[in-house]
DNA sequence: CTTTACCCTCTTGTTAACTTTAGGGTTTAC
DNA sequence: GTAAACCCTAAAGTTAACAAGAGGGTAAAG
């Protein structure tokens, strides 16, 4: 009980069984218990960790660099501790890049859905480019 | 004069030639004028549209997307105006997600490094998956 | 005026990330 | 107790997004 089979855990993740099994060939998840059959038993983590996975990947984020976020964890060893910090301040920088490329795109849209069937200047003649050349 | 060759355009916009052509079959950049010998010439706001294609990707927008954020403008003939409003409002809704979701990956990977090797608490156990499940 | 760096088209190859197919066993609902 | 729904592996197929190769013109520097 409290065990997820495989068509469970797709469901709740937007994935598919076929995916499921292909990540844990990457390693990306791992190779969860069997049952007496050879089902594979997956405990409710991960969910968390396959949500993690669709999120970071609709980011825009490769399965290796996913694999790379998941692996980072500060470990009570701290033997990797100067590498793991490395790798998070690689990736922090990545995402805070990605942020505000983001929010560049959104100001720019944001301009054309108000210059679009605004009223008065509704007849302007706009594009994503434009606004964003417009800063 | 005042024409960028297809070499001179891929260096401005960390792509190469081969993607360049690539991009123009599959009509994200317009067919460009060609010089007597069949050289392709652009002009400069192909810089802006090939880096705007570039930093889409990066976001994590197939050339599927990228094409219909490009396709995006506000025409004086303001026929299609409502649709274009439309598609303006879901990208920006799609955006505006990502940005989220990235702010709370940025936060997660903050907490990693201010608990690495950070002076006292560095001997924590901490993931990603964990900061992000901490709120 | 020729060598070196560019450019062209067309075809084929590559990589990532799945998806489908084939050929089976297992669980569960009637 | 038998269908329908679910699960398994292994291998082949697919799609997006390029990259590379063949074979051949063009531009520009010495």
Redesign the interface.
């Known amino acids: 009980m409290g065990y997820l089979r495989i068509g469970e855990l797709s469901k709740r993740t937007e994935t598919n069984n076929e995916t499921l099994r292909f990540y844990e060939t990457k390693g990306l998840i791992d190779a969860p218990r069997r049952s007496e059959a050879g089902y594979r038993l997956y405990t409710a983590?991960a969910v968390?960790?396959v949500n993690?996975i669709v999120?970071?990947?609709?980011?825009?984020?490769s399965l290796k660099e996913v694999t790379e976020?998941?692996s980072?964890?500060?470990?009570?060893s701290?033997s990797t501790?100067?590498e793991?910090?490395q790798l998070?301040?690689t990736?922090?920088a990545d995402?805070?890049l990605?942020?505000i490329?983001?929010?560049k795109?959104?100001d720019a849209?944001?301009k054309?859905?108000a210059?679009?069937?605004g009223g008065e200047e509704?007849?302007?003649?706009?594009?994503?480019?434009n606004a964003?050349?417009a800063h």
């Open positions: 983590d968390e960790r993690f999120r970071a990947k609709r980011m825009g984020f976020l998941l980072l964890q500060v470990e009570e701290d501790c100067g793991v910090k998070a301040e990736k922090l995402i805070e990605k942020i490329e983001l929010e795109m959104r849209l944001q054309i859905t210059a679009c069937c509704s007849a302007v003649h706009c594009t994503i480019l964003l050349a």
